[in-house]
Each structure stands twice: as C-alpha cells, then as structure tokens.
C-alpha cells in the first residue's frame, strides 16, 4: 500500500517536548508508519510533500467544549421545540471552525439533548467536518442541581445505585465521556454570596450553600466508566467539591478556580489532570466590562482569574498534569487563545504544547489512545506552522495547514455563502 | 440603500398577460424590484449584474415540499434517525432546491415542527436554502399515517381535539396548516389499510381546522387524494387540494366552483418509479407509483380542462425530484405548454401561498427573486435546467463558475 511521506523542517512530535530537525513522518491508511530523518522513510510509490520552512506539531486537542451550546440564545427556553436545530446548527458551525484552527480532536462536555453524540456521528461518519469527537451528552447531577425544568443539560440522581443505573443507560446512549456537574450553588442573592466570598480571608472555606455530589456517587459513575475504557470530567468550584471529585476518581477536574493543598496532593496522588479553562474566565472579564449593573461581578472575575492564574502555575510546579480546554459558551472565543495563556501562566511553550497534545490525549482513556503525539500507530493529525512555537508561542497564530487521518482538512464551509453551480450541458 | 442592476438579459414576467422573453434590465433596491428599466439606462451608484445572453424568470416556488424527507437512506430504520442526520440532510435538500432555482418552498409538513425552527434560523441568517413557508405537523385522524410514519403528525378525534390541535399549531407559528385527509391511492401496508384513498379526517374534524386557520387568516392545505376526500375537504373549506389523484365529475366540478386550486405532485409518482428501485423501495413500489401516476395525469387534465387552477409541487423525497423535473412532467405528460407550466410554478403557486404581489413575478414591488437561465424555458421547458445564476431577494445566493461555462 502507498502512504505519503511529509517532509517537513523541524517536527515537534509531543513525546517529550523537544524538537528536532530535518524530520519527516510516513502515513498510511491515514495513520503514521515512521518517523525519521529527510530523506529516509520514502518507498516507491509514495507520494512525497515538503515542507522544509514549516514546524510540525500533533493537531491540538480541545478538551472542554460545548459545541451545541447555544451561545446566542437561551437553552432553557420553555417550549415545546427548544432550538434543537439551532443547537445542532452552531455545533456544526463551532466544529468547523475549531478544526480550521488547529484542533483535531476535542471532547464535548456536556450538552442539552444529547446533541452533541448526534454530531459526533456526523462527524465520524464524515459528514460534518470537526474534531474527532469524544461527546459526554448530557451531564449527571445531584437532586437540585438542574436550573429548572427546561434545564435539558443534566440528569439528577440521589445515591450511589441510581448513579451507577445512570451511569451505565448513558453510556448506551453513545456517551463517550461521562461528565459530572459535581457542585452547584444553591442562592438566591448571588451577589451577595460573592460579597461574602471577596470579603472572606485568603485559605478559608469558600462562604457558599453549596449542593455536591457525593464520594460514593461519583465512585459509582467513575467505576462504571473505567470499566470501558471511559473516562470522568468533573466540573467542580470550590476546593471541598474538587477534593471530593478526585478522590471519586474522575480523570479531569474542570476550571479550577478554587484548589487547596489537599487538591493538589490529591492530584498527584490519582494522576488526575487538571483543565483550567483559561480561555473562557478570561473572556468572561471582557464580556463584564460595563455588563452587569453590580461592580461585584467583574471584581469576582478578576479575583478568579487571578486564582486561576495562581493555581495553574503551583499545579503546574507540584507536577499536575495539564490540559487545554477552552469552555466556549461565550460569543467571540478561539481555541489558540488557552495556549497563549497557559504560556502567561507560567508554562514554557513546549509544556503548553505538551497540555495541548500529550497529556489532553493522556486524560481521555482509550478514545485518547491513538491521538496527542505523532509516533507510529497514532492517527496522521498534524499541523504545519510558518514558524517554530516552541520558540515563540506567537507561532501559533501563524498556522498554514491542518491535516486530519493523513489529509489536510477542507475548505471551511460557509452555510450562508453562494452556491456553486456546476456547468450543465446548455 | 443597495442598488442593483440585472443588466443584459431577457426577462419573462409570468404574470403578464402574453409574456415573452424581452430586452430589459431590472433595477433591485435592497431586496426589492423597483423598476423595469430600458436595456442600458443609467442608474448612479448601483451595482451591476451581467445578465447578458441569459433569460430572467421569477425564482420558481415549490408548492409541496418536505424538508426533512430529502435523500435519507431508506435502509436507515426511522428509529436511527437522529435530529443531527436529518437536520444535515434537510440543509443538503435545501441547498440543491436553491441551487436549482427555488427560492420559496412551502412546507407540506415536518415532524415536531421543526420546518418553523428552520424558518427562524433562515430568518437570523444562519442557514441558507429557499424560504421555508411551514406547515409544522399535520392534523391527522388517530391511527391515519401507516406505522413507522406518524411521527409528521398530531393525531386528532373529534372536531373539538381537531380544533384544540388546529389552535397549538397555530400558536406554534405554522403559515398554514396541513391536514392529512386520505390514504394514499394505490395502498402502502399496516392494519388500518383500507381501499386506495379512503377518507379518513372526518368532514366535521376538517372544518374546526379550517374555522380556526380562517381565524388566523392563514390558508389550509389538505393531503386528499381520492374523489370522496377531495369533496370533504370542498364542502369543509379547504383551501388548497394536494396530490388529487383520483377525481370524480363531482370534485371536478366542486373544484372549479369554488376556485380550490390543487397541487398534483407529478414528480415523486415519477422519482419513485423511476428511481425507486435503485433506492431500494422494490419492484411494487415502483410499479404501484407509475399506475397511480396515470390516475393522477388524467385528472389533473380534466380539472385543467374545467378551468382549476394548478399550482407545481414535488413532494420531494429525493434531491433528483426537482420542480423543474415538475414543470417538465407538465408539460410532457400532461399536456401542458411551457408557460402553463412556468405559471403553475410561479404565478399559482405564489397565490397557494397568499403571497401574490410579491412573489412569482418580475415586475415593481415584487422581491427580487430570479433565476438566470442559458436558453428560453418557453422554447422548451427543459431549458430550467441550465442555471447561470439565483437571486434571493436581491442577493446573489447560488452562480456557476465561469471558468467551467461550456457550450
Ligand atoms: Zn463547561
Ligand atoms: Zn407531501
């Protein structure tokens, strides 16, 4: 059989961070054969592509989206036909777009209907062009935890045998990650719960009514998921909830805001990863700059970004893995961005690569097997950038090209641009 | 204000009186015609369309399509379909009808009304394809639609649960409401199968429908496909007839009276026996579509002689099951001329639609909605399928690569 061989200038492969010079990747069936040196993996009849001014690295992986959110409208819109296709619409549409920037794989947490296992299909069945999709489907919460009745996003369970029988009807349901609204926050005055936690002293307890699943529910969900290679995302925000997540075993914790010492020896203890979700609070202080009426909000937001800040750089230093996630429920987000600010956090450029790659692919169980680092075996989904971003992490915005199962990806697809026509025989 | 001219061509208004393709330039105010202009008159700051050698008609109008039946794979069961796969397929059927001209569409029904969802994303801008005018789920008896298929309706008994259903509908935010009123002629399966085009809505069920349509001032339209059908519907206050298979003197005559137009969908009769088999529906389904097709043609031949007015639809359940392969049905098998044909897809079709005066023709104060073709479809009808361009009120929304023109 022929491959194609890619001859590119410098190869960031993802193992371990380096860069080497003068590399080339052999693809077959749409999955890498070889790494070598120029000049040395070619066989007769493979097609050859060079590109000796560009640095290749694995695609990227997105492991926090929400594809089908529905970003312009309100998804607990009361009637009858609550904007599924509009829901379905914007996935489409945000699937195109994140892979065009790079991002070849990405795992879907959480969406209202269960649409985004739907688009999945789509995409695996090559309909849809996007990332490789790990969907969750909807989330699994505690008794209170649903907004309210046309919350569609979440599933609510009391006990360990509920969220076991939950957890194992979900996973029928095509879920391939099983994601966790672990903590939620039961008041009425918001604001006046973010008073209370601005005012509180730095290590305390955070000040909220707080509803959390519990250890034995989470062990059940996490129980039932490992058994088939799956994996648990946990979306938790103060310091307690994340204890308790990892210590139920989930494989990622999500944003954390909020981490204390335990945390992070917890982290290290269960090799969990954290995705801090960089992009989407740092958004969020853009969008409440003259937004709501209470100056609370946004002084809440920038205390949490600079918590987030801190807390990726000590995770980072104890030897936490990281991934990137961007949590794109905002107008206006991009994939690139969650790179560029885990490098401000701190991380050197390859380690941020590495979060985008490696160790995402790492925190995915066996849907992550075959992805993050290009190495024999592993799917041919790369990206050629006009520079090396192990240099400059600004590289990142210089991205050529973007090859998914051993092909550059298609066109971007406009669904409100001209048609065009074929030529008939007039 | 944007302004635009189609320059150089030769446009055809269906709704005149003699139409032929004459020397005329349009001039487009946003989405809007405005003014017939003498070939080459000036007009300052207006953006030009070269429309040279091409014939301009009005874009066409589906008067029965089905947005979320187009091209799904038959052996998929119904059960697998998810609302992802439709919604792609839907977008694809709606692509290929733009692209072929069509820049109105009415819905004959879709499941959970989903076809008025797709009205609102066109409307945001979002999705392309012709505009959608939605008829939301039908108004069907209890256990009407065969097993498998009730999933397009809401089944009613009684003229008060007809009436509560009409009004849901209606609050819904359909155009029209679609009632399902008849088996199909020449059968299909299930346990409730009766003789081909049995009745099956009551008349009293129908008229609370149509009382309550008439209180919203939007149109009814009614799936009747057999005589006594067709004349339930007549006496109840339906507005428009569609498919209309199988017609007695009586109907006919109730038809042309009360001025009902009907909408006989040549084309899917002619896409399932055609194409049918290679679609894996099997020999009999094929064969039962091409009996009935001869039932249909000699009606409809009958109630165009009686002076009913017919509107062009296709039913579509394939992207081959065009409306210009509708014209061409008209004009082949039926009898038709070109232009009979080209207004059945126009003129009558925007009146089915009550959006006359705004759809359908080429003149002052109609959107500009239009179709640039490489030859004269009232020469042959066959010549809408050579398509060099579609405007979609006033914008240009599908163009053939020039580089690839051939002669
Ligand atoms: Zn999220
Ligand atoms: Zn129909």
Redesign the interface.
């Known amino acids: 059989m022929s491959g194609t061989v890619v001859r590119v200038g410098r190869l960031f492969d993802g193992r371990d961070g380096a860069v080497r010079d003068r590399a080339e990747l052999r693809i077959e069936a749409g999955r890498v054969t070889d790494v070598g040196d120029h000049g040395t993996l070619q066989r007769p009849g493979d097609d050859l592509i060079e590109r000796l001014d560009a640095t290749c690295t694995p695609g990227f992986l997105d492991i926090h989206t929400h594809f089908c959110y529905p970003i312009h409208g309100d998804f607990q819109r009361p009637t009858?036909?609550p904007?599924?296709?509009?829901m379905?619409?914007?996935?489409?549409?945000q699937a195109n777009s994140w892979l065009q920037q790079g991002v070849t794989a990405a795992r879907d947490v959480g969406t209202s209907?269960d649409?985004d296992i739907?688009?999945a299909?789509?995409i695996a069945a090559g309909?849809?062009a996007g990332p490789r999709l790990a969907p969750a489907g909807r989330m699994l919460t505690m008794t209170g935890g649903k907004r309210n009745a046309f919350d569609h996003m979440k599933d609510e369970v009391s006990g360990a045998v509920a969220a076991r029988r939950w957890t194992r009807e979900h996973l029928k349901r095509g879920a391939v990650v099983i994601k966790l609204y672990c903590t939620t926050l039961l008041e009425e005055d918001v604001a006046g719960y973010l008073r209370r936690a601005l005012a509180a002293p730095e290590g305390a307890r955070d000040p909220g009514r707080w509803a959390s699943l519990s250890v034995d529910e989470i062990r059940a969900v996490t129980h039932e998921a490992h058994k088939l290679g799956r994996t648990v995302a946990a979306h938790t925000a103060p310091a307690f909830g994340v204890n308790l997540a990892l210590r139920g075993g989930v494989d990622t914790v999500e944003h954390g805001s909020d981490l204390d010492d335990e945390s992070i020896a917890l982290f290290l203890e269960t090799g969990a990863t954290l995705v801090p979700t960089l992009s989407v609070s740092h958004h969020q202080i853009a969008q409440e700059d003259g937004g709501r009426a209470d100056p609370v909000f946004r002084e809440f937001s920038l205390r949490r970004w600079d918590r987030i800040q801190h807390n990726v750089a000590r995770a980072f230093d104890a030897g936490v893995r990281l991934a990137t996630g961007t949590d794109p429920v905002i107008p206006g987000m991009e994939y690139r961005s969650e790179i560029e600010l885990l490098v401000a956090c701190g991380l050197s450029p390859s380690a941020a690569l590495l979060a985008a790659t490696r160790d995402a692919a790492a925190s995915l169980g066996v849907f992550g097997n075959d992805l993050g680092t290009l190495e024999p075996g592993k799917h041919a989904d790369l990206l050629l950038f006009g520079a090396d971003p192990t240099a400059d992490i600004g590289a990142i915005r210089d991205l050529r090209e973007v090859w998914q199962g051993g092909r550059p990806v298609p066109q971007p697809v406009d669904?409100?641009?001209?048609?065009?026509?074929?030529?008939?025989?007039? | 204000m944007r302004k635009v001219v189609v320059r150089g061509g030769r446009v055809i208004d269906p709704a005149a009186d003699a139409p032929t393709a004459r020397p005329r330039d349009l001039l487009i105010e946003d989405d809007r015609i405005t003014a017939w202009l003498e070939p080459g008159e000036a007009v300052a700051d207006a953006e030009t369309i070269d429309a040279a050698g091409s014939v301009v008609v009005p874009g066409l109008i589906d008067a029965h399509f089905h947005p979320f039946l187009v091209d799904i794979d038959p052996k998929i069961p119904r059960e697998r379909h998810t609302l992802a796969l439709e919604l792609h397929h839907a977008l694809g059927a709606l692509d290929a009808w733009l692209g072929s001209g069509v820049t109105t569409v009415r819905s004959a029904g879709a499941h959970a009304n989903h076809d008025v969802e797709l009205r609102a994303l066109q409307r945001a801008g979002v999705v392309r394809g012709p505009r959608i005018v939605a008829s939301g789920s039908l108004v069907a008896m209890t256990s009407g639609l065969r097993a498998g298929n009730e999933a397009i309706s809401v089944e009613v008994t009684g003229p008060d649960d007809a009436r509560r259903v009409a009004r849901l509908q209606i609050k819904a935010g359909v155009d029209q409401v679609k009632l399902y009123t008849s088996s199909s002629v020449g059968g299909g399966g299930g346990r409730m199968m009766g003789p081909p085009g049995w009745p099956q809505l009551d008349e009293d069920e129908i008229r609370a429908v149509v009382e309550e349509a008439d209180h919203a001032g939007i149109p009814t339209l009614a799936h009747a496909t057999s005589e006594i059908a067709v004349k339930q519907c007549l006496r109840a206050g339906v507005h428009c007839i569609e498919h209309a298979t199988r017609l007695d003197d009586e109907a006919i005559a109730l038809l042309a009276e009360r001025d009902v137009p009907i909408v006989p969908t040549l084309a899917i009769g002619w896409s399932l026996a055609t194409f049918g088999v290679e679609r894996g529906f099997g020999e009999h389904i094929a064969r039962t579509a091409a009996a009935k097709q001869a039932i249909g043609i000699a009606s409809l031949q009958r109630a165009k002689a009686a002076g009913v007015r017919i509107a062009a639809g296709t039913d579509a359940d394939n992207s081959r099951c065009l409306l210009r392969e509708e014209c061409r049905l008209l004009v082949e098998d039926a009898g038709f001329t070109p232009l009979e044909a080209l207004r059945a897809a126009t003129v009558t079709a925007a009146q089915v639609l009550r959006r006359e005066g705004e759809i359908g023709g080429l003149r002052p104060g109609y959107l500009a909605d239009l179709l640039l073709l490489d030859a004269d479809p009232l020469d042959d009808i066959r010549h809408l399928a050579h398509v060099r361009g579609v405007l979609q009120g006033g914008q240009v929304c599908a163009w053939r690569k020039e580089a690839s023109v051939s002669a």
Do not use: D, Y
């Open positions: 009858s036909t904007g599924r296709l509009g379905l619409t914007q996935g489409i549409a209907f649409l739907e688009l299909e789509l309909s849809v669904p409100t641009g001209v048609i065009q026509l074929e030529a008939s025989h007039a």
